[in-house]
């Protein structure tokens, strides 16, 4: 009798205990979402935050264009680094962020030979290509050449890191959206 009356109070204690934690875990999820989801959120409002790329390029002013897509975990890890350069220099220099994802890219996509991501082609106030970064970069080198961009001495430089995702088309969706490999 005291056995079964011990192992009731067990039960009733492990689901007390299994209860409390899932609570716990919930609302700590609810209460630091913006910690463990902000680079998400970040990239989905790249594209609501972006200068169209026909004004951007003939507003005479410097241009920071990035490709990415939501999907990316390097464009992902990025953004916090890139919403602070656009919060930065947003007086001085376009920001135009297009997704990889959304068909209506596709000319820029194959203008600038996009094939990873993040890539970010940096422009001066004429149009001209300055910099191209693919892959996880280091904030340094992309400060360093936005800085360069009011220069009037202006080499090409193009920056690869093996940390990128790959674009290729998706073979089994005909609707042609990109994906990664």
Partial sequence: MQSESREQILKTNL???????????????FLFRNLFFKSTYLLKSFGELSVDPE????????????FYAEW???????APKVSAFKDEY?????FVFLNVDNKKWGNYIQKFAVNGIPQVNLFDEKGNLISTFIGKQDEIKIRKSINNLKKKEKP????????FSIIQ????????PRSHG
């Fill in 15 to 29: 689901k007390t205990i299994l209860i409390l934690i899932i609570s716990i875990v919930i609302v700590s999820l």
């Fill in 55 to 66: 004004i951007a390029f003939t507003n005479n002013k410097p241009t920071f264009l990035e």
């Fill in 72 to 78: 990316c975990e390097v464009c992902k890890e990025m």
């Fill in 90 to 94: 947003e007086k001085d220099i376009n």
């Fill in 156 to 163: 090409y430089e193009e920056i690869i890191n093996s940390e």
């Fill in 169 to 176: 088309e998706n073979k089994n969706n005909e609707v042609n």
